[in-house]
């Protein structure tokens, strides 16, 4: 499922994500980046431009393969572009976003190295896409590179490698994130910027963000009960 919206809604739709992503401090600096699929054509913000000022014609269209259909004239395409392909070509993604989120930087930066972020026991897991509240969850974690384009192996390695994740956390730098169409990848950030920031604060008070959990015994076999 994509977006089900006219090629003019689905620029309109990427200025408002990008203003939006841009109040919340995720797109700052010329920062992260927006694209979106409406059934074959990929619609993609442009690289190094202030991202709460873009207009519906700097918007790149690319077809499903990632190749530009219609330049924006005087723009840069984003050095995104082959990293977002990760997710449409293997996760069937309707809209993938990358974010610098201040929080995310800071919760990659307790991850040890080759681990992913382990999140479990957090209400907030469950908007997640396919998580519950006792799963234990997690989202791969790689390692940041000197230009942005050089990702491209490592975000579809993780992309493969965890099948159940829909987000990659870049190390030091910020996620790529993707959803079904643009709403859903917009709350799939928003959960994660939650979880990662809940992470941060539970490092910084010194508890284990993996357990974390005083329940009393039992706790998970009365909720199971509860659900049943
Ligand atoms: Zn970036």
Known sequence: MTDLLTPAEARERICELCRLFWQLGWASGTGGGISLRVGDTI?????????????????????????????????????????????????????????????????????????????????????????GYFDVHEIPVIDNTALEHELKDRVERAVLEFPRANAVIVRNHGMYVWGRDSAHAKTQAECLDYLCRAVVRMHAAGIDHVKNDRSEPGADATDAACAA
């Open 43 to 131: 619609f993609m913000a442009p690289s190094g431009v202030e991202k709460e000022r873009l207009q519906p014609s700097d918007i790149f269209e690319l077809d499903r393969r990632g190749r530009i259909k219609k330049a924006a004239p005087g723009k840069r395409l984003t050095a995104c572009a082959p990293l977002f392909q990760a997710a449409y070509d293997h996760r069937d993604a309707g809209a993938v976003l990358h974010s610098h989120s201040l929080d995310v930087v800071l919760a990659s930066m307790i991850v040890p190295a080759g681990e992913p972020l382990r999140l479990t026991r957090l209400e907030m897991m469950k908007g997640l896409e396919g998580v």
